[in-house]
């Protein structure tokens, strides 16, 4: 991987999910779609629970187009926030933009 975060593409797959987790291991696959979850202990009502606070999804839009969303979750909220909407078109040799990034705050 170089210093921008990039390296060669060894088969089709549109994601690479790489994930180290400390003690309990680390992970790496090529996948077609990803959803990840990361939950954090908070304290509320009187008791602690184990909360969702950010949600990663990335998936393959009709016309290829390549969507990784990034969401935030708080119990106090009716519904997550979108923060991050990141798209690539990988087989559009004109596309001009590799990445496009859409970071407005969007009700989700």
Not at 50 to 58: A, R
Request: glycine share 10%.
């Amino acid at each position: 991987m170089n210093r921008l975060g990039t390296n060669t593409v060894a088969n089709e797959s549109g994601f690479r999910v790489d994930c180290d987790a400390g003690e309990a291991g680390r992970f790496r696959v090529d996948t077609d779609s990803v959803w990840v979850k990361v939950g954090q202990r908070i304290w509320r009502h009187g008791i602690e629970e184990m909360c969702y606070s950010i949600v990663v999804e990335g998936k393959k839009e009709q016309g290829g187009t390549l969507v990784v969303r990034v969401l935030v979750f708080n119990p106090d909220w009716d519904e997550p926030l979108q923060i991050a909407c990141i798209r690539s078109r990988p087989h559009d040799p004109e596309c001009l933009t590799a990445l496009g990034c859409n970071l407005d705050h969007v009700a989700f």
